[in-house]
């Protein structure tokens, strides 16, 4: 038999209650729920949802951008119209 382990957690009070109310809907208990979230972190050897930023990108993506705007700015490439900006994006 596989011996068990306990894990405590602290939460605020609505969001358990919210995620319980959740749970019950699927009629999953707030014990299994939390099981069935660490097994997909071991299988997936990570975080086993997308973790998004305030802008609904990954971090990966959102310093990407934030890099790729940087670098725009360092260009000194200046447009004077939107055409002109769609016309130099073409080539």
Not at 28 to 45: C, E, G, H, P, Y
Request: proline share 1%; hydrophobic share 40%; aromatic share 4%.
């Amino acid at each position: 038999m596989k011996t068990q382990d306990t894990i405590q957690i602290r939460i605020d009070a609505k969001t358990k209650k919210a995620a319980r109310q959740t749970l019950d809907e699927l009629g999953i208990d707030m014990s299994s729920a939390v099981k069935l979230f660490l097994t997909n972190v071991v299988n997936r050897k990570g975080i086993p949802l997308d973790l998004l930023t305030e802008n609904g990108f990954t971090l990966e993506q959102e310093r990407a951008l934030i890099a790729e705007t940087e670098q725009a700015k360092d260009s000194q490439k200046r447009f004077a119209t939107v055409e002109a900006l769609m016309r130099d994006l073409e080539k």
